[in-house]
């Protein structure tokens, strides 16, 4: 059923309105992630991948044994044993570099083991020439160019340390007493360090992989992966990127220093489209893993029917975010991530400076990602928890979500044109159906006392949503509230667009480019302040205009009546509250509803005092007035359930009207009072002459 159908009521003007609003969203620069080639998802067909404990087909070492004997010195002495004999074996029949091994896989099911050492690919670095170097593909926005499989396999090291295509089931583990031990490095030379494309089965397990243009490790189209103990570092861009896979399993990994996320499952096989809370299986777990001192921990652009639980992130600008607003990305719009059981805190690293400062301009190599630079790619709200930008059927449940300045829930609905898709009944295909249950917020897990800035931030928009009681700080200050049950709500809401001062927030603040230095102003999130952000701004345009035509209708219409001179007392009260508020915390939603209170009864006020004179005028002030109230109700006391626009929009349209119209009728000339008929005085008669 499309929403025109649904509320057939709402006033086409209204929706004109709305549509205005969406094509200011359509004039904002594109959004930029992840470009690959078309690909589709995995069938399904494939399965997680054990771990094989058996001896290694093929072993990768280095030549220099007495640097191999310092690096195993430390290792119990059964570890340092087996290395020594892997190593003796390898001397005689292994490979001095990772990519040779894998050149050598000629059949499923094979195992690499990679000797402690740090390996830099060294064939695989050099620029390519000849026809390499004359690849037609198109170009990302981000320079590097999307290449199809074919050149892939063609030219694997035009942008690939180490390249891993069309392999089955291959394993390869670092034998080292810790990731740290083997270490596999593109010195920023590659956009990804390793890439497994369309290598369903493939297992890596206990090593490091860092500095690329890109990723660390990326999984491509693969059905059945696992990434096991690996630490990935210092990316311009992510971590981990398994992209349009299924049957996969991250567990005890970490990263940190990338300029993205730490772990990016991004359009995970979309499984469980159209179904709701329960589902057969997930197609990735993530679990036991760190991610941290990254823009964001989790990044999940279509990362659908993923399972992450029993994870830490956190010292990010974001703890983990899900969202529907890069185009390209196959199972848009996000649906069906479950967390449960993470540790989300403490996500208030900012790193925007970086970028402000020209640190992010400089070539990967001389920014100082090593001692702790991050170049963030997007635009993000630093010091949030959880972020949804477009999600559906998305359970959040029985997490610690504590220590953040901003707000530990963050909800809100993207229009399906940022992904590509014009038809005007998608609009509204997100934000619906998240639930937001048993998680502990604003303490740790000793119970300590450690509060977000407000727990939870919305939008607005959609229909299911729902929170558990109690949340310290909310705004809407009320939520609709999760049933003990999967899908029950109580209170529930269905709007069709959020609050018009946040989707404004939310549109200047997504107008960022790393590479052009560019950092909106207004958007506290880089880190405006006071009248500089585009809340307070609008507050103070409002105020400005309401205070003049408010001011002149009361010296023209309504100083003579008591009442309207209180009313409007009471109004300019509200509009300087108004402007108060917009530059308070998030969690103070007093202020706000005040403001709200006392504008309403000042049209209320001037409503009944301009009846006698202005009937009509009197009764769209009334109206206004009625809005108003009925937006502070909604805002403060009670999300008005099932209607499909919030008060505000709809006061905002009245607001327009009457400002034109008391406008109009305050620069009226105020008529005379007419007063009381007298007889003629009559005309004395002329004296008599005698």
């Known amino acids: 059923m499309s929403w025109t159908r649904r509320f057939p009521a709402v006033p086409a003007a209204l929706l004109a309105a709305l549509l205005a609003l969406l094509s200011l969203f359509a004039a904002a620069p594109a959004a930029l992630a992840h470009e690959e080639r078309p690909v589709a998802l995995p069938d399904g067909t494939g399965s997680v991948p054990a771990y094989r404990a058996a001896e290694p087909d093929l072993i990768v070492c280095k030549t220099d044994r007495p640097a191999f004997e310092r690096r195993i010195a430390g290792f119990p002495d059964g570890l340092r044993r087996r290395n020594l004999d892997l190593y003796e074996r390898c001397e005689k029949s292994g490979y001095r570099h990772l990519q040779a091994a894998v050149d050598a896989v000629d059949r499923p099911g094979m195992n690499i083991a990679v000797l402690p050492g740090l390996y830099e690919e060294e064939p695989s670095l050099p620029k390519p020439t000849g026809e390499c170097a004359a690849l037609k593909a198109p170009n990302s926005a981000l320079g590097y160019q999307i290449l199809s499989y074919e050149q892939q396999a063609g030219c694997p090291h035009n942008q690939n340390l180490v390249a891993i295509l069309g392999k089955k089931n291959l394993q390869i583990e670092g034998t080292g007493a810790s990731r740290m031990d083997v270490v596999i490095d593109a010195k920023y030379q590659k956009l990804n360090a390793i890439r497994a494309d369309k290598s369903d089965g493939v297992y890596f397990r206990n090593f490091t992989a860092q500095r690329t243009t890109f990723n660390s490790l990326y999984v491509l189209a693969g ?196 992904r590509g898709e014009e038809k005007w009944s998608k609009q509204t295909d997100t934000s619906h159906h998240n639930r937001y249950a048993g998680n502990i917020l604003g303490k740790d897990r000793s119970g300590a006392s450690r509060p ?105 219409r309504l100083r003579r009546s008591r009442l309207g001179t209180v009313a409007s007392l009471l109004g300019a009260a509200g509009l300087a509250l108004d402007v108060a508020g917009s530059t308070m915390p998030l969690q103070d939603t007093f202020v706000p509803a005040l403001a709200l209170l006392l504008l309403g009864l000042w049209w209320t006020g001037a409503g009944l005092a301009l009846r006698p004179g202005r009937p009509w005028l009197a009764r769209l002030t009334l109206l206004l007035g009625a809005l108003t109230l009925l937006d502070a109700f909604d805002k403060a006391v009670l999300m008005i359930p099932w209607i499909p626009l919030s008060p505000a929009w709809i006061r905002a349209l009245v607001a327009l009207v009457w400002v034109l119209w008391a406008a109009a009728a305050a620069a009226h000339p105020t008529p005379p009072t007419p007063s009381t008929p007298q007889p003629p005085t009559p005309t004395p008669s002329p004296a008599l002459t005698p």
């Not at 940190?256 to 329960?278: C, E, F, K, Q």
């Not at 009320?478 to 529930?492: H, W, Y």
């Open 452 to 556: 977000n800035g407000t727990d939870v931030w919305w939008d607005g928009q959609g229909r299911g949503n729902c929170w558990q009681d109690g949340p310290d700080g909310s705004t809407p200050g009320t939520l609709p509230q999760c049933g003990k049950a999967r899908g029950e709500v109580s209170g529930a809401s269905a709007r069709l667009v959020g609050e018009p001062v946040k989707l404004t927030q939310l549109l200047v603040c997504a107008d960022y480019n790393v590479q052009a230095r560019k950092l909106p102003a207004g958007c506290d999130w880089y880190g405006a302040r006071g009248p500089e952000r585009v809340e307070t701004q609008i507050a103070l345009a409002v105020a400005a205009v309401l205070l003049l035509v408010g001011g002149v209708l009361w010296w023209r």
């Open 223 to 418: 059905d059945g992966f696992v990434i096991d103990d690996v630490l990935t570092r210092w990316n311009d861009e992510y971590g981990f990127l398994t992209f349009a896979s299924d049957h996969g399993l991250y567990k005890n990994c970490e990263s940190y220093g990338n300029g993205d996320s730490g772990i990016y499952p991004g359009s995970a096989s979309d499984i469980n489209d159209g179904r709701g809370y329960d589902v057969p299986r997930y197609s990735i777990e993530i679990t036991g893993c760190r991610s941290h001192h990254n823009m964001v921990g989790y990044s999940g652009t279509a990362g659908d029917s993923v399972w992450v639980h029993d994870n830490e992130f956190d010292q990010n600008m974001g703890g983990a975010s899900m969202d529907s607003a890069f185009p390209g990305h196959p199972g848009l719009p996000q649906n069906h991530a479950r967390f449960e059981r993470n540790l989300i805190h403490d996500n208030n690293a900012d790193y925007y400076h970086h970028v402000a400062d020209g640190t992010c301009a400089k070539p990967p190599v001389e920014r100082g990602y090593e001692q702790g630079v991050v170049c963030p790619q997007i635009s993000m709200p630093p010091g949030t928890g959880i972020i949804t930008a477009g999600g559906n059927w998305n359970l959040y449940e029985n997490n610690w979500v504590y220590g953040h300045r901003r707000a530990g829930f963050f909800l809100s609905a993207v229009p399906a044109f940022i």
